[in-house]
């Protein structure tokens, strides 16, 4: 499952989850997918390039969505985020519209996230991979024991991060935080999904951005700059 890719500093808190007899149902269940000739998106090589690009103690920011984008060639491994080239998804708009409005950071002209990725944003959704077309046909089948681990190693440790969860399986995984760090440590902030179909519901005028910023800054950790370059710069290796 290409594990070997993440960063080093992950390796201790995922281990005993990536060799779980779950992970490996999870394994067969991606393989019996490939053999039946379905395509399946990230390709194999990208589903944990966010713990390739944001090792554990960099971590400042988590960005936890639902699962990867499930149209051919957009999902890359990094949460909302899709490759130079290809058209921004309307949720990522919709980020877009919100960051413009919270700390007047001008829409980028791409979708390519990963200069957050490399400033401590981990970019993560609860479900690694997607069959294409069919959004969420991967829930339910091991990755969310792999992301709920994750969460707790971020969790665990003593620097205090923003958690933005955004959409309700996102959401869910707002107990994992307060269960690893009961002293509150931590700013959880939970928010419907950006998506066109709720993000009328409470996404607009709820200024993650802006109070992630504060709260980095307040703890000593910096604000993150969410201005993207005007061009895409993709880099290989972590």
Known sequence: MFE??????????????????RTASLARFLDAEAAEGTPVFPPEADRFRALELTPLPTVRAVILGQDPYHG???????????????????????????????????????????????????????????AEGRAGSHRNKGWEEVTDTVVRAVAARPDPV???????????????????????????????????LSASRGWFGSRPFSQANDFLAANGRGRIDWALPAEPVQRHGG
Do not use: C, M
């Not at 890719?5 to 808190?13: K, V």
């Not at 950071?105 to 981990?122: I, M």
């Open 162 to 196: 923003a958690f933005l969860l955004w959409g309700a399986p996102a959401g869910a995984k707002a107990a994992l935080v307060a269960d690893a760090a009961p002293d509150g440590r931590h700013l959880v902030l939970t928010a419907v999904h950006p998506s066109p």
């Open 72 to 130: 051919a060639g957009q999902a890359h491994g990094l949460s909302f985020s899709v490759l130079p080239g290809v058209r921004v998804p309307p949720s990522l708009r919709n980020i877009y519209r919100e960051l413009e409005s919270d700390l007047g950071v001008k829409p980028a002209r791409h979708g390519f996230l990963e200069s957050w990725a490399r400033q401590g944003v981990l970019l993560l959704n609860t479900v690694l991979s997607v």
């Open 4 to 21: 070997d890719r993440i960063d080093p500093s992950w390796r201790d808190a995922l281990a005993p989850v990536l060799a779980s007899e």
